[in-house]
């Protein structure tokens, strides 16, 4: 199976606490390569067009401004299979639905502030690494 690439983030309230060591870790122990990594910190206008796809729903307006609310950790991840795979470790969007074993079931306050984030499919990958990253940060 080829390698995959697959752009994550720990999110404003996974930093905050200090546990982005925590998640870094399941990420290393669950056979993820790290090809690329940065602190930042969102704007409110950069979080809607990460965002963009979410544009009107109820949750937009509040998720846009709990992103811009501290700094994040965008990461960029290599996996055979990566995008599924990474999903699978983040757990369910909703951290009372999360299966045990996932980041999310460990460390996600509210459906809001669930601690991660992960692309869905191949084109949001795309999307996702190249609006955070420029081809010369990724160290495979
Ligand atoms: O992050 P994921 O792909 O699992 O979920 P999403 O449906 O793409 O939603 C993006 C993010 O919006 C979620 O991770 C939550 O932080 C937030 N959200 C929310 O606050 N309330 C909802 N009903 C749905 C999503
Ligand atoms: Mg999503």
């Not at 606490?17 to 206008?45: C, D, H, P, Y």
């Not at 401004?65 to 909703?94: H, Y």
Request: aromatic residues 10%; proline residues 5%.
């Amino acid at each position: 199976m080829p390698m995959e690439k697959t752009f994550a983030i720990i999110k404003p309230d996974a930093c905050s606490r200090g546990i982005a060591g925590q998640v870094l870790a399941k990420i290393e122990e669950n056979g993820f390569q790290v090809i690329a990594m940065k602190k930042l910190r969102m704007t409110k206008k950069q979080a809607e067009g990460f965002y963009a796809v979410h544009r009107g729903k109820p949750f937009f307006s509040s998720l846009t401004d709990f992103m811009s609310s501290g700094p994040c950790i965008v990461l960029v991840l290599q996996k055979e299979n990566a995008i599924a795979a990474w999903r699978k470790l983040m757990g369910a969007t909703n951290p009372a639905n999360a299966e045990p074993g996932t980041i999310r079931k460990e460390f996600a306050q509210s459906m809001e502030a669930n601690s991660v984030h992960g692309s869905d499919a191949p084109d949001t990958a795309s999307y996702e690494i190249a609006y955070f990253f420029s081809a010369l940060e990724l160290c495979v």
